[in-house]
């Protein structure tokens, strides 16, 4: 079952208990999945600034005593209040999100949970990509939630490929994961 938690008005999280990753000791981490809408202030003609960035994180229960007492420190105390100092503190390993469902491809349901704009970006590692644009903020999270959230698990069918791929600060996301996990 999926859990979903809003962040903030930007920020959705998703998590379920199937989903996890190995590092071939220890107990497995359980991850969830930050879904932020992120206005790019691109002036094209139609106006579709917003696009969804997605990123990994340990779920609450497998984040570092470290980085829940930072968060603590700073007066923070609510699940939701931890899992965000987490998110946007450490940051997450990122992915296309449009990889669930290729958005030219997408002559189903997402077609009509919210009104987007495709076109094709220049991912930091040089790669070309599909990304949905949306109008604003309220489109962005709608199809965020009833879209992208409901899809995630998808994912997790080949959570090993993403973790593999390597960060642009450095490392895999395999590092990341284990940077942000419990020791």
Not at 132 to 139: A, G, K
Request: overall charge negative.
């Amino acid at each position: 079952m999926l859990n979903i938690t809003e962040l903030s008005e930007r920020q959705l999280y998703v998590e379920s208990d199937r989903w996890q990753c190995s590092f071939g000791y220890g107990e497995p981490v359980r991850l969830g999945l930050v879904l932020e809408a992120v206005d790019l202030s691109i002036s094209d003609e139609e106006g579709f600034s917003y696009v969804i960035d997605a990123g990994l994180i340990p779920q609450l229960d497998f984040l570092d005593e470290e980085i829940i007492e930072e968060a603590k420190s700073e007066g923070l105390e609510t699940r939701v209040e931890l899992l965000r100092y987490a998110y946007e503190c450490y940051g997450g390993v990122p992915l296309n999100i449009d990889a669930v469902q290729p958005p030219k491809a997408s002559c189903g349901m997402s077609s009509f949970v919210a009104k987007s704009n495709i076109s094709t970006v220049i991912a930091g590692t040089g790669e070309e990509m599909e990304t949905r644009h949306f109008q604003d903020l309220e489109e962005a999270m709608s199809f965020a939630r009833d879209f992208y959230a409901v899809y995630a698990p998808v994912i997790f069918g080949f959570i090993d490929v993403v973790l593999d791929h390597p960060l642009r600060v450095g490392g895999t996301g395999w590092d990341k994961i284990r940077q942000m996990a419990k020791k």
